[in-house]
């Protein structure tokens, strides 16, 4: 069985030495946020995720869940733990006290999903969605429906859903059909059937509450007559318990390639009684708040399975003994050296660990933005972190979780025929990696949206925000002569994303198709850029702090500047090749007649 | 009821150790530390003590530097109502210097139980509590598994190899507490949000001239390779051999 070991360590340093986490402290609404309470919170988070909800994620694969005549059964251990995440507050905190949350920022949360998301994905699926609930009535339903719903999800009580997608609608959601009839006394009853519904029937909690895109009748055709309803399992009742049961049934739960212990379900809705949330018309765009946060939130899972992964495949290569190293052999008192002393296993287990570690550094970085767009007070200050949360969602959401295939997948290599097998869990996390590529708007759609809408958005205006960052960064990292072989790869990567994007510019006005054969290729390059930027970052600080003296020790600080020359020197340099094959142009892939296929 | 649990900071016992340069200890670079196993357990059985009552305090009483403060923070954090440091460069490993700094602290206020782990999970003495007990004049129960007061009145149980005793005993009085009694709770992130605002009290510690020092440490030596003698049935003469003559095991 694989185990999890929180990453608190990497955590401190993001927080104390890379990021100033202390100054949230000073934000508005976030007088709890005090750094020792957050260090703390990681610590013990961390062990929870590692003693409570690891040891369920490979039991919980192999079981499944079970649908038995409309209820479905997660695996064994699943409810208890839920409740326990509840209890302790780990599932509220960064919930408005003013609902029972605990008001802490989106920093913290971040790195808490991340360790909940490597622990178990299948659970850390179910808190998700019922965040998820939590954050669409919050924005968008007026005081009523947030006084009688709000504290209860907060609470753990209830769980929820977001019900988009139909059989026939996917990526398309303009295609939907389910019907929503306004009674008279202001609810409507919604029929219809959504499929892919994830945590859609379970066990965990006493009621659910569905977040459901559905049709009025005098709805304009496409997305702009998409309205968003709230459709409880149990009608409250007058005290607020769960009532009367609504028509919504599950009908049958997903078997799977990944996150087996997630209840993907098939709804229908029979005339269930549902209520407006936001305004008519309007409600794609509502869902589209908590789609963006859900977006972050894959790739953070991503991220999570990336580090898990890791950490097992360092464990292992570090006790098997296989051959002997080809510079000679290292433990003449065993039969064989230790793989971890191979040139190629180093070679994949630096690829994993600049991967994760530039990541999480990337994810914290925008949690931070996210906690200035939400509390700064100065709305300029908000509204430009509001960009750079907007242009990184696409980015994180893909690149992160492209990246987890491609770690998980190299975990599994390193142990070899033991890493195929079930017994070490090593498949498992390619498997369960396997939706974030998927699932939230396809990797694509994440690049199209990055390509086609971000980057046009006010001339290019989030662009040049984030460049400056980054272009700030960079002259920074060039007043350290340690650091001169980094800022110039970096210099020649930040190049290449420009003309990336002004390809996109000038070859996209005149037809689309060059902006979708180039979108995924940007996408990539942002990416290798973005995690660039933070491990520029990560080298400069680290070469500084082990001059004067930081909080972590010297070792600490030279694997950081070594994973950070691997990155550079072996991983950025990806961004050529992309440069190449974007600028290639569309007509290579759809100079291709219909008919030939 | 009024009770104080003393608690130790302690390395992470999953780690593999180096000793330090002047050999009187261990390398601290990269440790982890943690509140000590069997203190956890003591903290979790006056937590119970106290929320079945419904009334009392739990005080958490830590000896060394300012680090200590992050454990006592911990036990704030499961619960326990106020903290005090008694605060030394660092902790001796003369456990009778521990027992009356702390018999010091303890001994001016009135708890009706002091508690301790079995032992701490790095020197594993298991001196210290029985001559805090001693030097105030108290009776000790060591190693218990089960506690229960009532009126004034305890009862603890003890595992026995193959068996239990009951002992008897009155208030106040010392006891120290074996694993298997509560499993310690994970500190909630309310009780981590509440500990923030919960009094810890720093002292100087009252420590006497340590009696005992470390003079050195030692790692155990490596192990030696092993040797294959053969494969199969043929090689079991020359197994035999060894066994007799090298390893003298065999008569």
Not at chain 1, 174 to 193: W, Y
Not at chain 1, 271 to 290: D, I
């Amino acid at each position: 069985m694989p185990t999890f070991r929180a990453p608190v360590v990497d955590y401190r340093f993001l927080f104390r030495e890379l990021f100033d986490v202390a100054s949230l402290a000073s934000l508005p609404g976030y007088v709890n946020a005090d750094l020792d309470v957050l260090l703390t919170a990681l610590e013990e988070g961390g062990r929870f995720c590692e003693d409570v909800i690891a040891p369920l994620n490979m039991p919980g694969d192999a079981a499944g869940c079970r649908w038995e005549a409309g209820d479905v059964k997660t695996p064994e251990g699943f409810p208890a733990a839920y409740a326990a995440l509840a209890d302790a507050g780990w599932l509220s905190l960064a919930c408005d006290p003013a609902y029972g949350g605990q008001g802490l920022p989106f920093t913290l949360r971040f790195a808490i999903d991340e360790m909940l998301y490597a622990a178990n994905l299948s659970f850390a699926m179910y808190p998700g969605l019922a965040l998820g609930v939590y954050e669409g009535l919050y924005a968008h339903a007026g005081t009523a429906l947030k006084e009688l719903y709000l504290p209860r999800v907060v609470s753990g009580k209830w769980a929820g859903t977001m019900c988009l997608t139909e059989a026939h609608a996917g990526t398309d959601l303009g295609l939907i059909r389910t019907a929503a009839v306004p009674n008279p006394d202001g609810s409507c009853l919604l029929t219809g059937q959504k499929v892919f519904i994830s945590a859609g029937e379970h066990d965990l909690t006493e009621n659910i509450l569905h977040l459901v895109l559905a049709r009025l009748p005098d709805a304009p055709p496409g997305t702009h007559g998409i309205s968003m309803f709230l459709v409880p399992k149990f009608v409250p009742d007058a005290n607020g318990a769960p009532g009367a049961r609504n028509a919504v049934f599950c009908r049958s739960i997903e078997h799977k390639m990944g996150i087996r212990g997630s209840a993907t379900c098939v709804l229908d809705f029979d005339r269930a009684t549902g209520w407006l949330v936001g305004e008519p018309h309007k409600g794609l765009r509502a869902m589209f708040t908590l789609m963006n946060a859900a977006r972050l939130g894959v790739g953070l899972q991503g991220l999570g399975l990336a580090g898990v992964s890791y950490g097992n495949a360092v464990a292992y290569a570090r006790e098997r003994r296989q051959g002997r190293s080809l510079s000679g052999v290292k433990d003449p008192q065993a039969s064989a050296d230790r793989i971890l002393h191979h040139a190629d296993i180093r070679r994949g287990l630096l690829w994993m660990r600049a991967f994760v570690e530039g990541a999480r550094a990337l994810a914290t970085w925008t949690a931070f933005q996210i906690d200035v767009e939400l509390r700064h007070p100065d709305s300029s200050v908000r509204e430009e972190a509001a960009d750079l949360v907007a242009l990184m969602t696409p980015v994180i959401k893909a690149f992160f979780t492209d990246g987890a295939f491609v770690a998980t997948n190299i975990g599994v290599q390193t142990l070899g025929g033991h890493g195929y097998i079930r017994d070490y869990g090593m498949e498992q996390f390619v498997r369960d990696a396997r939706i974030g590529q998927i699932y939230e708007g396809t990797n694509y759609v994440q690049a199209l949206d990055l390509a086609g809408r971000k980057l046009p958005d006010g001339n290019g205006r989030m662009l040049r925000r984030y460049l400056a960052i980054v272009r700030a960064e960079l002259a920074e990292a060039e007043r350290d002569p340690n650091l001169a072989a980094m800022a110039n790869a970096f210099g020649a990567a930040v190049n290449r994303l420009s003309r990336g994007a002004m390809h996109l510019a000038t070859k996209g006005i005149a037809n689309g198709d060059e902006v979708g054969a180039a979108a995924s290729d940007f996408l990539q390059i942002f990416g290798y850029v973005a995690v660039g930027h933070m491990w520029l970052r990560q080298a400069r600080v680290a070469s500084q702090r082990r001059v004067t003296g930081g909080k972590m020790d010297q070792r600490f600080y030279d694997a950081k500047i070594r994973t950070a020359r691997y990155f550079f020197e072996r991983m950025l340099p990806q961004t050529e090749t992309l440069l190449v094959t974007l600028m290639s142009g569309a007509g290579n892939v759809m100079d291709f007649d219909d008919d030939a296929w | 009821m009024r009770i104080a649990v003393c608690i130790k900071r302690v390395p992470d016992m999953d780690v593999k150790f180096r000793i330090a340069g002047h050999a009187k200890g261990v390398d601290e670079t990269g440790l982890k530390y943690d509140m000590a196993d069997f203190d956890g357990y003591a903290v979790e059985a006056a937590l119970q003590m106290m929320e079945k009552e419904g009334a009392g305090e739990v005080v958490v009483v830590s000896l060394g530097p300012d680090a200590v403060q992050e454990t006592l923070r911990k036990a704030l954090s499961m619960g326990a109502t106020s903290a005090i440091q008694l605060k030394c460069d660092e902790v001796p490993f003369d456990g009778f210097a521990v027992a009356s700094a702390l018999a010091s602290e303890l001994g001016g206020a009135t708890y009706d139980l002091i508690m301790f782990g079995r032992m701490s999970t790095d020197n594993a003495n298991g001196v210290v509590g029985p001559m805090v007990a001693e030097l105030l004049g108290l009776p000790v129960v060591t190693a218990c598994s089960k506690l229960e007061i009532v009126a004034g009145r305890g009862t603890a149980r003890r595992e026995l190899e193959g068996g239990a005793e009951f002992v008897a005993f009155d208030l106040p009085a010392v006891v120290t507490i074996d694993e298997g009694i509560a499993r310690p709770r994970y500190p909630s992130l309310k009780g981590i949000m509440a500990a923030k605002k919960k009094p810890l009290a720093t002292k100087p510690a009252n420590l006497p001239e340590p009696r005992l020092v470390i003079a050195r440490m030692d790692l155990p030596p490596e192990r030696k390779a092993g040797r294959i003698v053969g494969e199969g049935a043929a090689a079991v003469p020359e197994l035999v051999r060894l066994l007799q003559q090298e390893a003298k095991v065999l008569a």
